[in-house]
């Protein structure tokens, strides 16, 4: 079994700060890619950042420049650091994760239950 636990959620005002963690535990024999989604009510689950295992991080537009994802392989655990948040940013965030398990040979994906941030005055 593989569990994902999301953490930091809340309300903040507009332009404050928020840091998510989430921390992956179980039978877990590597990660690759980690990564943290976003759903807004209304609208489809969007990617906000990305992180391999070692590349380049990926973020989406509108987050460059405000938030900051990162990970601990030691702990399987990645964060997001949110910045200068908007009321835009408002929404359910999940984490994910590419994981292979003890014992076998391919990656799956798994999901955490999701935290929600909602950014307002």
């Known amino acids: 079994q593989v569990q994902l636990v999301e953490s930091g959620g809340g309300l903040v005002q507009p332009g404050g700060s928020l840091r998510l963690s989430c921390a992956a535990s179980?039978?877990?024999?590597?990660?690759?890619?980690m990564g943290w989604y976003r759903q807004a009510p209304g609208k489809q689950r969007e990617l906000v950042a990305a992180?391999?295992?070692?590349?380049?991080?990926n973020y989406a537009d509108s987050v460059k420049g405000r938030f900051t994802i990162s990970r601990d392989n030691a702990k399987n655990t990645v964060y997001l650091q949110m910045n200068s948040l908007k009321p835009e940013d408002t929404a359910v965030y999940y984490c994910?994760?590419?994981?292979?398990?003890?014992?076998?040979?391919?990656?799956?994906?798994?999901w955490g239950q999701g935290t929600q941030v909602t950014v307002s005055s």
């Open positions: 992180i391999p295992s070692g590349g380049k991080t």
């Open positions: 179980g039978s877990i024999f590597s990660i690759n890619d």
């Open positions: 994910n994760a590419e994981i292979r398990r003890s014992g076998y040979l391919r990656y799956t994906t798994y």
